[in-house]
């Protein structure tokens, strides 16, 4: 199987699926990653195509698809999500819930999704703008290593991720090796909110 820990999948493209990552079959788990900037015909950020895909706390945004699904297309596959982000992700129809994330009945739960109608089921799910810092970086280019996807202050992220993620979380880091779970509950997103911007309160 494959097991991605606090990596970055920035601008790749496919002719056909899977932009940013192809699953045909296999076991994959992505923990505080991003994927971003990729682009494909179908599934612009990701396709799981009869595999096993769990993500927990990813932050997948500005992913596009000349057909459907700008996020992640699981085809026939299962999944498991939580704690997770998918927001400006594009396909021909805009930036619906169908263009962040489409596949059979699947666990999405305590995660961010932008046009969220609550057809997937899950709990704790949101549809409020995440609020990243600078979602295309100085260059103004998504999907570049200039892209800042950490969070503002007051974001709708901060403190609202798996709640079972509590301290100490075990030694977890977040995408840029800060420790999780600053105060009492893990955020949504691949990037903890920094415990120097908060006023000590949590």
């Known amino acids: 199987g494959l097991r991605l820990d606090r990596c970055s999948i920035l601008g790749n493209s496919a002719a056909v699926n899977g932009g940013g990552l192809h699953n045909n079959g296999g076991i994959a788990e ?30 997948l945004t500005g992913n596009s698809a000349s057909s459907s699904v700008g996020g992640v297309l ?14 400006d992700n594009h396909d021909n129809t805009g930036a619906t819930q169908l263009s962040q994330f489409y596949g059979p009945a699947s666990p999405i739960n305590y995660s ?27 260059d103004n280019v998504v999907g570049t290593e200039d892209d800042d996807l950490r969070v503002l202050a007051g974001s709708p992220v901060i403190n609202t991720g798996d709640p079972l993620l509590a301290p100490p979380a ?22 903890e909110f920094e415990f120097g911007m908060y006023d000590f309160n949590c």
């Open 170 to 191: 075990n030694g977890l880091k977040d995408r840029a090796g800060s420790p999780r779970v600053l105060c009492a509950r893990v955020d949504m997103g691949a990037y």
């Open 112 to 138: 961010c999704v932008q046009g969220w109608t609550g057809s997937l089921g899950g709990t704790g799910n949101i549809a409020a703008n995440p609020a990243f810092v600078d979602a295309d970086g100085q």
């Open 74 to 87: 699981n085809s026939n596959g299962s999944s498991n999500v939580k704690s997770s982000i998918f927001w």
């Open 30 to 59: 992505l923990i505080s990653t991003v994927l971003s900037g990729n682009s494909a015909f179908q599934g612009g950020a990701m396709n799981n195509i009869l595999g096993t895909l769990t993500l927990t706390n990813c932050t």
